[in-house]
């Protein structure tokens, strides 16, 4: 399984990007997905998850009301709608397949490569 994230880049604060996550494989449609950031000296942190039908969604509280994570099966694609950007989103963004369902407690078996997203003010 191999994934790989892009859409990141240089945006201005209160500007949006949409991330995409392409996994490789014929699994992505059975497991959770998640994507989470490390800024510049800190931890890596959690983002949002989607379980994997799309119908279940968690938010970091920093992320509630501005990102929307989806996904497409049919594409093995999943989504970071990241909507109203500060500073404090400058990020590299990695998404993670869950080894469940549904993203829990059971943790990630693979990570892509992460895209980075600066957010200028």
């Known amino acids: 399984v191999q994934l790989q994230a892009s859409g990141g880049g240089l945006v201005q604060a209160g500007g949006s990007l949409r991330l995409s996550c392409a996994a490789s494989g014929r699994t992505f449609n059975t497991r959770g997905m998640g994507w989470f950031r490390q800024a510049p000296g800190k931890e890596r942190e959690f983002v949002a998850t989607?379980?994997?039908?799309?119908?279940?969604?968690n938010y970091a509280d920093s992320a509630k009301g501005r990102f929307t994570i989806s996904r497409d099966n049919a594409k093995n694609t999943v989504y970071l709608q990241m909507n109203s950007l500060s500073p404090d989103d400058t990020a590299v963004y990695y998404c993670a397949r869950s080894r469940a369902l549904v993203p829990g407690t059971v943790g990630y078996d693979y990570w892509g490569q992460g895209t980075q997203v600066t957010v200028s003010s």
């Open positions: 989607i379980d994997w039908s799309g119908s279940v969604r």
